[in-house]
């Protein structure tokens, strides 16, 4: 009996050795094949004004009004849109400048938006709006497809004004889900030449997902008067160079790196470049939720916080809710904000968007957020890893291609 169980566990280990080893390979090859073709594109400086939105209910807000003014177009793609109250409001208000003669194109993302039934689609279709589920599964290379997702969310009005970061569409956003509570997010609205900068790259994300070949007319670039208070960098990465672009970022600081992510699982390079500005002598300050979405997220975390609290970086762990933004200032000087986590996710598999501001109005008030949501938390101590539940110190341990894909 013992002889039969051994010789199955052997066979099982096998095979799975053998579907991890094709999983990696397939993850691997798709994403070479499909870097290759979509490079990462950095979008000229634009100037204008921009907006913070920390909080969903004035987000939902401020975009709702927008739509609303809409007159020629108004292009959407987020990564999760729910069955629930706000997002039938949000749908409602779509089909609504549908009807009216407005153009109007919907993306979500092909599993982030799997709460959208068919019948909701439909009744969107029926009034005219165009829709489309973004990065839909393929047979060919499938693992990666699968993990390959569209985790931008963005929106453009008109051409004139336009939306990036990190809320999605749903009542958890504004604080209505008894598991998450309060719910902490960072977002802006810009004007200025930029929005034209995203409107092109929806609709190539458009064009991938549908086959199509839309383009953006120049009538459709709005009206942009070329004065602002702001100077950005719109930023739209695939898996290929973000990395690079973050560890250029951290190498650059020379006083102090503010960092607020709710995944907290860093490439090598990533970790080196913190670690170097540590021993510079640079302050790093790192907030991260205490109460994590999803319960295996945390745990393949400590291995990095306990190496950077070793060096010095202080570490908020949020309390008031849960805390979804990414967001990065440095030296007060310079902020990031936008969709990608610090995860590997984010920087090899997923369609992303992030922000550059240089100075200007907006990174003093980004910081001046951050410095809110560092008095919402509790300073992560060494003497708290002692306190790990038995089954968190097993899931510390976790392979790394297995965080990669979860």
Same mark, same amino acid.
């Given at each position: 009996m013992l002889k039969k169980f051994f010789i199955f566990f052997l066979i099982a280990a096998v095979a799975m050795t053998g579907m991890v080893s094709m999983l990696i390979k397939d993850i691997d090859a798709g994403a070479e094949s499909y870097n290759r073709k979509h490079p990462a594109y950095t979008a000229p400086v634009s100037e204008g004004d921009a907006s913070l939105f920390a909080e969903g209910k004035t987000l939902y807000t401020s975009l709702f009004h927008d739509i609303k003014l809409a007159k020629k177009y108004i292009y959407i793609q987020f990564f999760i849109i729910r069955n629930d109250k706000i997002s039938r409001e949000f749908l409602s208000l779509l089909q609504k400048k549908a009807e009216a003669g407005v153009e109007v194109r919907l993306s979500v993302d092909a599993i982030g938006g799997s709460d959208m039934t068919r019948k909701m689609i439909k009744e969107l279709e029926m009034s005219g709006v165009l829709f489309v589920k973004s990065r839909p599964l393929s047979p060919r290379h499938i693992f990666y497809r699968l993990n390959h997702?569209?985790?931008?969310?963005?929106?453009?009005?008109?051409?004139?004004?336009?939306?990036?970061?990190?809320?999605?569409?749903?009542?958890?956003?504004?604080?209505?889900?008894?598991?998450?509570?309060?719910?902490?997010?960072?977002?802006?609205?810009?004007?200025?030449?930029?929005?034209?900068?995203?409107?092109?790259?929806?609709?190539?994300?458009?064009?991938?997902?549908?086959?199509?070949?839309?383009?953006?007319?120049?009538?459709?670039s709005g009206a942009y008067s070329g004065y602002g208070h702001e100077k950005y960098e719109l930023v739209f990465s695939t898996g290929d160079d973000l990395e690079q672009k973050m560890v250029q970022w951290i190498n650059r600081s020379a006083s102090h790196i503010m960092i607020a992510t709710p995944y907290f699982i860093p490439t090598d390079a990533l970790m080196k470049a913190l670690e170097d500005s540590l021993n510079?002598?640079? /302050?790093?300050?790192?907030?991260?939720?205490?109460?994590?979405?999803?319960?295996?997220?945390?745990?393949?975390?400590?291995?990095?916080?306990? /190496?950077?609290?070793?060096?010095?970086?202080?570490?908020?762990?949020?309390?008031?809710?849960?805390?979804?933004?990414?967001?990065?200032?440095?030296?007060?000087k310079f902020a990031d904000i936008g969709t990608a986590n610090w995860d590997k996710r984010s920087v090899y598999?997923?369609?992303?968007?992030?922000?550059?501001?240089?100075?200007?109005?907006?990174?003093?008030?980004? /910081?001046?957020?951050?410095?809110?949501?560092?008095?919402?938390?509790?300073?992560?101590?060494?003497?708290?890893?002692?306190?790990?539940?038995?089954?968190?110190?097993?899931?510390?341990?976790?392979?790394?291609?297995?965080?990669?894909?979860?």
């Open positions: 997702r569209n985790h931008r969310k963005i929106a453009v009005v008109d051409g004139n004004v336009s939306y990036i970061g990190g809320f999605n569409i749903g009542e958890e956003y504004l604080g209505n889900n008894p598991k998450f509570g309060y719910w902490r997010d960072y977002h802006v609205r810009l004007t200025g030449s930029g929005s034209a900068y995203m409107a092109e790259q929806f609709l190539k994300d458009w064009n991938e997902d549908t086959g199509q070949n839309i383009r953006l007319r120049s009538t459709d510079r002598g640079v /302050k790093v300050e790192l907030l991260i939720p205490d109460k994590p979405d999803y319960w295996f997220t945390k745990p393949p975390s400590y291995p990095m916080t306990k /190496k950077l609290l070793e060096k010095g970086a202080i570490i908020y762990l949020y309390r008031k809710g849960f805390f979804h933004g990414k967001v990065m200032v440095i030296d007060g598999l997923n369609d992303e968007a992030n922000c550059l501001f240089y100075s200007g109005p907006i990174v003093s008030e980004i /910081k001046k957020e951050l410095q809110k949501d560092f008095s919402s938390s509790r300073i992560l101590t060494k003497d708290m890893y002692h306190d790990i539940p038995f089954w968190e110190r097993i899931l510390e341990r976790t392979p790394e291609w297995i965080y990669e894909l979860f």
